[in-house]
Nanobody
Framework: EVQLVESGGGSVESGDSLRLSCTAA????????MAWFRQAPGQEREGVAR??????RYADSVMGRFTISKDNAKNTLYLQMNDLRPEDTAIYYC?????????????????WGQGTQVTVSS
């Protein structure tokens, strides 16, 4: 059974940093396409960053501030978030079990974590 558990969220101020973790079980993340999504209140879930082995993709809104990476030995996906802004406030979700299509589409993934809250105050 595929399981994803996120951690690392919290409440911070503008300009601060956070690192989110997503520990995977039931599969090896080494060759898997995985992604981070976020969902703000009243908004649709949107893709933030994606990693496919070593190829990465970022949403324009986080380019240059966020970094997605994997630690294959720990079977863990990370999202390093720097220079956080109030508009980054959302629940952040880890996604895996890619089935094809646009890697920033929620339909492209079958496995999701429970989410971790990130709140950024000005």
């Amino acid at each position: 059974e595929v399981q994803l558990v996120e951690s690392g969220g919290g409440s911070v101020e503008s300009g601060d940093s956070l690192r989110l973790s997503c520990t995977a079980a039931g599969f090896n993340i080494r060759t898997e396409t995985m992604a981070w999504f976020r969902q703000a209140p009243g908004q649709e879930r949107e893709g933030v960053a994606r990693i496919a082995e070593i190829d990465v993709r970022y949403a324009d809104s986080v380019m240059g501030r966020f970094t997605i990476s994997k630690d294959n030995a720990k079977n863990t996906l990370y999202l390093q978030m720097n220079d956080l802004r109030p508009e980054d406030t959302a629940i952040y979700y880890c996604a895996a079990d890619f089935v094809g299509g646009d890697t920033f589409s929620v339909r492209a993934y079958k496995a999701w974590g429970q989410g971790t809250q990130v709140t950024v105050s000005s």
